[in-house]
T-cell receptor, first 115, second 112 residues
């Protein structure tokens, strides 16, 4: 079975440009988590969805960040406009949505560099 | 708010030496999970502990969940270069969601 798929794997863009990161969940999973990882701040949860509904977006840094889940298997994280401080590795992770015993399956990540 | 702390942040060992990382939660946890992230990779689930005092082993790795379900440890016996990476512990934010609170991780370097 395919794991969580993320694209692109690497993105280099200039400040002010729009960036869209994509994530495909594991088939049968219905919870989706977006994380950001940097050396300074570690692994931060940005937002998570359950059954396509955003449950907790308290980690979204500011209005420049938005996330959608247009269907049960796909999600996007958009940054508009991007800034150099957004440079990080962005991971999505999916789970079966069973609750507190869920284990998270991470995608390979998107390494974003904003110049 | 709920916090999960790990120590040490970094550990350098000689190949063959043992290694231990400790995880402490500010609240009682229903379970604790451990993940490993290789350099340049993504976190990968290792194990989940649910019962108070539970001990589980995976080859050279021993995982322990404290009696009060607020702390946990990961011990690696006779480290190998393949053990290099960052080890994260994580506990659920609440009992009815899949949201996890991750520790900041312990990065292990192994000198051959």
């Amino acid at each position: 079975d395919a794991g969580v798929i993320q694209s692109p794997r690497h993105e280099v863009t200039e400040m002010g440009q729009e960036v869209t990161l994509r994530c495909k969940l594991i088939s049968g999973h219905n919870s989706l988590f977006w994380y950001r990882q940097t050396m300074m701040r570690g692994l931060e949860l940005l937002i998570y969805f359950n059954n396509n509904v955003p449950i907790d977006d308290s980690g979204m840094p500011e209005d420049r960040f938005s996330a959608k889940m247009p269907n049960a298997s796909f999600s996007t994280l958009k940054i508009q406009p991007s800034e150099p401080r957004d440079s990080a590795v962005y991971f999505c992770a999916s789970t079966t949505g069973q609750g507190y015993t869920d284990t998270q399956y991470f995608g390979p990540g998107t390494r974003l560099t904003v110049l | 708010g709920q916090q999960v702390m790990q120590i040490p942040q970094y550990q350098h060992v000689q190949e063959g030496e043992d290694f231990t990382t400790y995880c402490n939660s500010s609240t009682t946890l229903s379970n604790i999970q451990w993940y490993k992230q290789r350099p340049g990779g993504h976190p990968v689930f290792l194990i989940q502990l649910v019962k108070s005092g539970e001990v589980k082993k995976q080859k050279r790795l021993t995982f322990q969940f404290g009696e009060a379900k607020k702390n946990s440890s990961l011990h690696i016996t006779a480290t190998q270069t393949t053990d290099v990476g960052t080890y994260f512990c994580a506990g659920p934010k609440s009992s009815n969601t899949g949201k996890l609170i991750f520790g900041q991780g312990t990065t292990l370097q192994v000198k051959p």
